[in-house]
């Protein structure tokens, strides 16, 4: 049987940072009430000239220099975002271009906060069934651009960034071991961009009215995360014929550390095996999950072998849960000569 082994990993964020106490003052809210209410501290936001396929492109080559390939290696490019460059073309040829990856196809994934687990899980598939060897995996987002102060509380909670897996054939056991994939439809009206579709296209009067920003329904997102979130873990656990005293790593979607450590507290799994990184980071939607997996592996939380438990739920409503089995290694050599070259950080 064939697998689909993660061999290389890479995030990139912009360098400018945005506290939370910072935009407190800007929108009028009171000192603390970010950190108290989501755990976030700061998030990386996009400078001009900073795009979803410029930090999409720059977690890219760093996967792919972790993993020892070349733009020439990969047979295909997966683009997780709702916030592309544009509505036409996707990102993931712009991304393609950008590497040099003549042979790869490319083509993005919109689900939302769910995007990245769900484009790994295409991916996946298409290693399994041999149509490609390998592929390179990318959620990126630059939701900075799609917020409104007039909006404060939700405002304060996005950041902008990329992370980036690559996808190798293996015989070896690796790679996602199951994947739940489910939608709710019913739930779109409580997180959506109202306009810029087909539905409501760009024109002046959406704009002076700001329909082209995030609009969220805090209590009913937050009550809904925990709950899918939970259910689909333990269903991808299941299929995955473990346990969770199995699962050496739990890592949710970044979006607020409340819904974090309940979703952990309601699984039983203890504090230090739940993995989080909101505070540095905010809420990077379909970005969230390769960034922690990433920092998970580069902080050696993460060993060969190690079983990973994934869970994430965005708008839609529609979410992804799996579990993947770590075999990915990189030497104290190797990375020191990745850090040499400017690769790592």
Sequence with gaps: MTYAAITGWGIAVPDA?????????????DSGWVEQRSGIVQRRV??????????????GRRALARAGLGPDDLDLIVVATCTPDHLVPGTAPMVQAALGASRAGAFDVNAACAGFL???AAADGLVRAGAIRRALVIGAEVLSRFIDPAEPKTFVLFGDGAGAVV???SEEQAGLLSVELGADGSGVEHLKVPAGGSAHPASAETVAAREHTVRMNGPEVYRAAVRIMVGAAEDAIASARCS?????????????QRIITEVGARLRIPEERVFSNVARYGNTSAASVPIALAEAAD???????????????????????GVLRWTAVTSPLEQSMLVEEGVLA
Excluded: C, K, M, Y
Excluded at 244 to 256: E, M, R, S, T
């Design 17 to 29: 940072i945005v506290t939370s106490d910072e935009l407190e003052r800007r929108v009028g809210l």
């Design 167 to 169: 996808l190798e054939g």
């Design 299 to 321: 902080e050696g939380l993460l060993e060969p072998g190690s079983l990973v438990a994934l869970s994430v739920v965005g708008a839609g409503f529609t979410w992804a849960a």
């Design 118 to 120: 769900t484009a790994l």
């Design 46 to 59: 996009a400078s001009q000239g900073e795009t979803t396929s410029t930090l999409a492109t720059e977690a």
């Design 244 to 256: 969770l005293d199995d699962v050496d790593l739990l890592i949710l979607h970044q979006a607020n």
